[in-house]
């Protein structure tokens, strides 16, 4: 009896021990395949790094607006860009300047979306971290004085333009086809290089004021967003957008 009862008590053993192994599926033990080039065409757009973290601008601008604005509102655009590309796949080769600057020769999602995808890169490199944000290159000063008078009556101009834009859209600064300063404003998703602007201009600096960019911590007080606004403001990005504006 007794050496019937070992072999028993070691099997049932055995048994607990393959129970408590985790089922693993085979593929699970695989690496994780390298992305095809189909895949890599078929989703040609990639949303961008901010290049700081959600909460760097606070309390300017609230980390779950960063977040939000970031994640959600610029990956839509990047998604429905993606899904307008499967229908056209041309554009997957388009450059997004191009894109932008035709946008009245395309479709209104392409328009859209594409300006969106612009507006929002352009958006998060002109804003930065505290001790990061710099001073307005001595050229630009000169420029926004000789347009504006100064720099107190530029923020006012822009901040105007931004409070008055009915409805969702952009406050720009931007440099005309003269080469001069001007302050502009576009609705919903378009800017100032597409060809359907009223006033056309390449971008120096450029504010959201859709309802998303600032309605957790400002709810409805656009004008005391436009005000916040400026200290988050990346004058060594805007002062080499000016610089590469003057010379093209
Ligand atoms: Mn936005």
């Avoid at 979306?113 to 944000?133: D, K, L, V, Y």
């Amino acid at each position: 009896m007794r050496h019937f009862l070992l072999p028993t008590c070691l099997g049932a053993l055995a048994l607990t021990a393959v129970a408590l192994v985790p089922f693993q599926p085979a593929q699970a033990q695989q690496a994780t395949p390298a992305p095809t080039a189909d895949a890599a065409q078929a989703e040609p757009f990639k949303l961008p790094e901010l290049g700081y973290s959600y909460d760097a601008l606070a309390p300017i601008i609230d980390a779950k607006t960063m977040e939000l604005h970031h994640s959600k509102h610029h990956q839509a655009f990047i998604t429905a860009l993606n899904n307008a590309a499967k229908t056209d796949p041309s554009i997957a080769n388009v450059p997004l300047e191009e894109l932008v600057a035709n946008a009245g020769q395309r479709p209104a999602a392409i328009r859209n979306n594409a300006g969106g995808h612009w507006n929002h890169t352009f958006f998060w490199q002109i804003m930065a971290p505290e001790g990061q944000r710099g001073e307005p290159s001595a050229e630009l000063t000169a420029a926004i004085n000789e347009s504006f008078g100064s720099m107190d009556e530029f923020k006012k101009a822009f901040q105007t333009t931004g409070t008055s834009r009915f409805g969702s859209g952009w406050a720009w600064l931007i440099v005309d086809a003269d080469k001069r300063l001007a302050v502009t404003s576009t609705p919903n998703q378009d800017n100032p290089l597409m060809d359907v602007a009223e006033k056309r201009g390449t971008p120096v600096l450029g504010n959201d004021v859709w309802e998303h960019a600032y309605y957790l911590s400002y709810n409805n007080r656009r004008a005391d967003y436009l005000s916040a606004w400026w200290d988050a403001v990346n004058w060594n990005k805007v002062s080499e957008h000016y610089a590469k504006a003057i010379a093209s």
